[in-house]
């Protein structure tokens, strides 16, 4: 069995079946072709199409795919559904009659396992967000419960925040950091003197 993947390992290259709203069309998605593009890759990992706490997610995330893109990011949901529930499901729910990007069928579990988030007493997968980097580095995975939903505002905030320290090196982002606001520069010289690191 392969080990588990932890932050700051490769991310496994995959290749998965994919449904693409956007062209109403099924195809495959894989990381090789996304990195090799200098894509940032951000997976959203859900339970099941035909949900409840899913729609909601998908929804807010889709809300905010244009900007995910803008920052030259792949937005993709995942399950282990196949393409032809989440084409079905796309086209019932209302609450997703706006996500346009990729929804991908890890149907065996296989890359689920890997990450650690696969549920073997029923097929499916916990909510498990990752980030990747254009090297296919793993920066950032949140796994939550099924009951309770995700904010795609953090996964935003966060994607920004290792977007800008992988172009300042040296440079760290504190709590709730947004662009523009300050960084700090790790040195034992501001060691207990965060506050006026910060102008505080």
């Known amino acids: 069995m392969?080990?588990?993947?932890?932050?700051?390992?490769r991310f496994p290259d995959f290749e998965l079946p994919t449904y693409f709203p956007a062209e109403k069309r099924d195809g495959t998605l894989g990381l090789r072709s996304l990195i090799e593009a200098g894509k940032w890759v951000v997976m959203v990992y859900y339970p099941a199409d035909f949900t409840f706490v899913c729609p909601t997610e998908l929804a807010d995330?889709?809300?905010?795919?244009?900007?995910?893109r803008e920052l030259g990011a792949e937005l993709v949901g995942v399950?282990?559904?196949?393409?032809?529930t989440h084409k079905a499901w796309l086209e019932t729910e209302k609450l997703l009659r706006d996500v346009t990007f990729p929804l991908a069928a890890d149907h065996t579990g296989a890359l689920a396992r890997r990450l650690g988030i696969y549920n073997e007493e029923d097929g499916t997968a916990l909510r498990g967000t990752f980030v990747v980097d254009p090297d296919g580095h793993l920066r950032a995975m949140e796994v939550t419960w099924y009951d309770v939903g995700r904010n795609a505002e953090e996964t935003l905030r966060q994607l920004e925040a290792f977007q800008y320290v992988r172009a300042h090196p040296g440079a760290a982002c504190?709590?709730?950091?947004?662009?523009?606001?300050?960084v700090l520069r790790p040195d034992i010289a501001i060691a207990g003197h965060v506050a006026e690191a910060l102008g505080s």
Do not use: C, I, N, Q
């Open 2 to 9: 392969s080990e588990m993947v932890r932050v700051g390992d």
């Open 79 to 84: 399950s282990t559904d196949t393409v032809f």
């Open 174 to 182: 504190p709590a709730g950091w947004k662009p523009g606001a300050r």
């Open 61 to 68: 995330y889709g809300r905010l795919y244009a900007r995910f």
